[in-house]
């Protein structure tokens, strides 16, 4: 940060959310936040999702204060601690060094931030919001370089919001974790015919959060055991090569297998663990029935800790894919727009494709369609009126 004075320096960011194609579920070090397997992921379109921060450093205010989606939260949670900590130990080291813009460091911070996304639909939202506290802060303090490292200790996935495009999370083999970083793979321009629909399910039931829940596989799945060290290593080559090839077959393929891998753990741990509803399995059969009767694999699901389907195809088969979505889950009539973000084309449903795919139509099952792409990493707003903080450091009354 820039030269001190009693205005509380103010920096904004956003970051986006980000969807594995190939499972982290499970950790070798919990206070550290090291997996038993390295992940890849797509970067989503921050244009559709994504998380704003408002950092502002003061000498004047008396201790660090966080607020999110417009509500004080406790910022004593230890990995939010493990972030502060660990961006002031990089700045101080900068300093050190002999940068002299790394000031403030002793100094207090205010922290704002939220989703453009509802909190209800049940996407995760840890990944964009632990990226984007660490790179507003990094900006704040003047910290340059890889982050992944610090935005993993906020919370694993977080490590791959740290880029855009296709990320990889290498899981490491220090026990200081050092080498337990992101890096990406290709940027969001290598594909650009790729698209992503987030099918938000209607029916939430309270789910058992990621981070207790694959510490309950790690003690007691033998299934996740095999997976990480012995299904994860060849696909986490596969997929790399898939994506540089833009072969989505293959792509389709691996991510579809890997999603109903991390289930079967889930539900191979003891007590198990469910995350897909009806409806999710719904979308399976679909999926599979809709590539059946093509002969070929044009379209692919993904499944986080929750009942959410994340579709992956090409843009060509975007309106007709859309059509089917709407035919076998009939929207509300006077409820909101079912399709969101990028715009969807019309098309027409053939009574031989409906046949085909022959399954009963669960009304309002998804509540709506997200439609997006890959996206750019995390980014600095320079637009000073964006910021979350007014020029006090405390949170706009707009919020
Ligand atoms: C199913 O990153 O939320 O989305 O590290 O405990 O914060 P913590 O867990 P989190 O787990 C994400 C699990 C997942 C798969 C993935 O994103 O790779």
């Known amino acids: 940060m820039p030269e001190d004075n009693d205005n509380p320096y103010l920096v904004s960011c956003s970051a986006p959310v980000n969807i594995a194609v190939i499972k982290y579920w499970g950790k070798r070090d919990e206070d550290l936040i ?8 797509v970067t989503l379109h921050q244009d559709q999702l994504k998380t704003t921060t408002t950092v502002a450093v003061s000498r004047l205010f008396k201790e660090d204060r966080l607020w999110l989606n417009g509500k004080e939260e406790d910022i004593t949670h230890p990995r939010l601690q493990s972030c502060l900590r660990e961006i002031r130990r990089l700045a101080r080291k900068r300093r050190n060094d002999g940068n002299p813009d790394s000031a403030g460091l002793s100094h207090k911070v205010h922290i704002c931030s939220v989703n453009n ?15 984007c506290l660490v790179y507003s802060l990094a900006q704040a303090f003047g910290v340059e370089g890889d982050l992944s490292g610090i935005a993993r200790q906020g919370s694993g996935s977080a490590c791959r919001s740290m880029y855009g495009g296709f990320v990889e999370w290498k899981m490491g083999s220090r026990e200081d974790g050092k ?11 290598h594909w650009p015919e790729l698209r ?3 099918l938000v399910a209607s029916a939430k039931r ?10 309950t596989s790690v003690q007691t799945s033998l299934l996740l ?6 299904v994860v290593p060849r696909r986490m080559d596969e997929m790399t090569e898939a994506i540089r090839r833009k072969d989505f077959p293959a792509f389709a393929e691996l991510t579809m297998k890997d999603s109903n891998q991390f289930h079967a753990s889930c539900l191979d741990t003891y ?7 009806s409806v999710s399995q719904q979308v399976i059969h679909l999926v599979h029935r809709y590539n059946r009767h093509y002969g070929e694999t044009r379209v692919a699901y993904s499944f986080d800790a929750g009942p959410n389907a994340v579709i992956f195809t090409s843009q060509q088969h975007v309106p007709e894919f859309v059509q089917v979505v709407q035919h076998f889950f009939p929207p509300d009539a006077n409820g909101e727009d079912f399709i969101k ?27 709506y369609i997200i439609s997006t792409k890959a996206g750019p990493g995390p980014r600095v707003i320079s637009d000073p009126s964006q910021h979350l903080l007014s020029s006090d450091g405390f949170p706009k009354k707009t919020l």
Do not use: C, W
């Open 34 to 41: 090291l997996p038993i397997n390295s992940s890849l992921s």
């Open 117 to 131: 996304f509802p909190t209800a639909a049940g996407l995760a939202s840890s990944a964009a919001g632990f990226a």
């Open 179 to 189: 080498d337990s970083v992101a890096q990406q793979v290709e940027p969001e321009s």
């Open 196 to 198: 992503i629909l987030v």
């Open 206 to 215: 309270k789910p058992i959060g990621s981070t207790s829940g694959m510490q």
């Open 225 to 230: 055991k095999h997976r990480a060290e012995s």
């Open 271 to 277: 007590p198990p663990i469910f995350y897909l509803s």
């Open 341 to 367: 973000g990028l715009p969807v084309t019309d098309a027409v449903l053939s009574e031989e494709l409906k046949q085909a795919v022959g399954l009963e139509p669960m009304p309002k099952g998804i509540n």
